[in-house]
C-alpha cells in the first residue's frame, strides 16, 4: 500500500459516510477543494469511479460501496488499536462521543463526570443531547444512553441506573372542577400535555400497566412538547395534565405544587443503559466511563430537585 494510500482512504470515507463534500469537509478539518482534488486522484490511481456527483448529492458507487464495506472494519481497528496504546500512560487519555437524553445526561452522565473528569484531565467527552433515537454508528458515537427496553439487540447494553418510574401529574387547580381520573381511558376527557417523539414525529401513547394488563392512551390536549422538563413546568402551571420521569416531579410534589393520580396504574419499567456495539474494541478512556457509570446494587439514584 501506498503510504497516500491510508490518507486518500480517509478522505474517501469521510465523504462516502457523510454524502457531502462539504460535511466530509468540517469533519475532516479541510477545504472541499483538497477533498475533491484527493477524491479525483484516488480514483485516477484505482482506475475506477468511486463516488456519484450530482448537484445536489454524492453517493458511492458499486466499487465505492465495495471499498466502504471492506475499508472501514480495517480502519476503524487501527483507530482503536492506536487508542488502546493510552493504556501505557500513567492515566488514561483520549475522547468519547455519547449520544444521550436530556433527562438520562442530568440524572445520570453529567453527575458521573463531574466526580470522573477532575480526576482525568486527559480525558474528553463530548456529549449530544437529543431525545429521539440516533444511530450511534452512523453517527460516529462510541456510545449511547436510553432506556433498557429501547436498546437495539444487535448492541452491548451495561445498566448504569435504577428502574424508572413515569407518572402522571397535574396541578391541585387542575382538579377543582374536573375529577380525578380513576382509569387510563378517562384521560381523553381531561386537557393533557402531549409528548411529539423526536425521531418519528408522532404523538406518543401513555403507557399503563396494572396486574399483567397493559393499556396505551392516546391523550389530547391543547400543547405538545419533546422534553419531560418543560412538560412538567406546563402541569404546574395548570396547562395540563403530564406524564414525566417520577423523580423529576418528586420536588413540586413534596411542596403541594402537583398531585399524582393514576399511581396503582404506573409500575417502574427498566432504567437506562450505556448501549455500544458488540464488536468494539474499548479504549481507556471509554473503559473508564463504562466503570464510573455502571450501575450496582445499593448505589443511590440520583434525583432532580
Not at 24 to 41: D, F, M, N
Not at 149 to 161: F, H, L, N, S, T
Request: aromatic residues 6%; glycine residues 6%; charged residues 25%.
Amino acid at each position: 500500500m501506498r503510504r497516500d494510500d491510508l490518507t486518500d482512504l480517509n478522505v474517501f470515507l469521510a465523504v462516502a459516510e457523510e454524502r457531502s463534500f462539504t460535511r466530509a469537509a468540517t469533519r475532516l478539518g479541510l477545504t472541499q477543494s483538497t477533498l475533491s482534488h484527493t477524491i479525483r486522484s484516488f480514483e485516477e490511481r484505482l482506475g475506477v469511479r468511486l463516488l456519484t456527483r450530482t448537484t445536489r448529492s454524492v453517493a458511492p458507487t458499486e466499487a465505492g460501496e465495495r471499498l466502504l464495506r471492506t475499508a472501514r472494519p480495517g480502519l476503524e481497528a487501527i483507530a482503536a488499536e492506536l487508542a488502546a496504546l493510552t493504556e501505557l500512560r500513567d492515566k488514561p487519555a483520549g475522547s468519547v462521543r455519547i449520544t444521550t437524553s436530556t433527562h438520562a445526561y442530568e440524572t445520570i452522565l453529567r453527575p458521573a463526570l463531574t466526580r470522573l473528569l477532575p480526576d482525568y484531565p486527559d480525558v474528553q467527552v463530548e456529549a449530544m443531547i437529543e431525545n429521539g433515537f440516533v444511530d450511534i454508528v452512523a453517527g460516529r458515537f462510541d456510545a449511547g444512553i436510553r432506556l433498557g427496553e429501547q436498546v437495539e439487540r444487535d448492541m452491548i447494553a451495561v445498566r448504569i441506573g435504577p428502574d424508572l418510574r413515569w407518572i402522571v401529574v397535574g396541578a391541585p387547580s387542575f382538579f377543582e372542577h374536573k375529577p380525578r381520573p380513576q382509569m387510563p381511558q378517562e384521560l381523553t376527557t381531561h386537557r393533557c400535555v402531549k409528548y411529539r417523539q423526536s425521531t418519528s414525529g408522532a404523538l406518543y401513547a401513555w403507557e399503563f400497566e396494572k396486574d399483567g394488563r397493559a393499556l396505551n392512551v392516546q391523550v389530547e390536549g391543547p400543547l405538545a412538547l419533546n422534553d419531560a422538563a418543560p412538560a412538567l413546568e406546563a402541569a404546574i402551571e395548570g396547562l395540563g395534565l403530564a406524564y414525566v420521569p417520577e423523580d423529576i416531579a418528586a420536588a413540586p410534589l413534596r411542596e403541594g405544587r402537583l398531585t399524582q393520580v393514576l399511581a396503582d396504574w404506573c409500575p417502574p419499567s427498566p432504567g437506562y443503559h450505556l448501549y455500544y456495539p458488540s464488536r468494539r474494541q474499548m479504549a481507556p478512556a471509554f473503559a473508564l466511563l463504562v466503570e464510573a457509570l455502571r450501575w450496582r446494587e445499593g448505589s443511590l439514584g440520583v434525583r432532580m430537585s
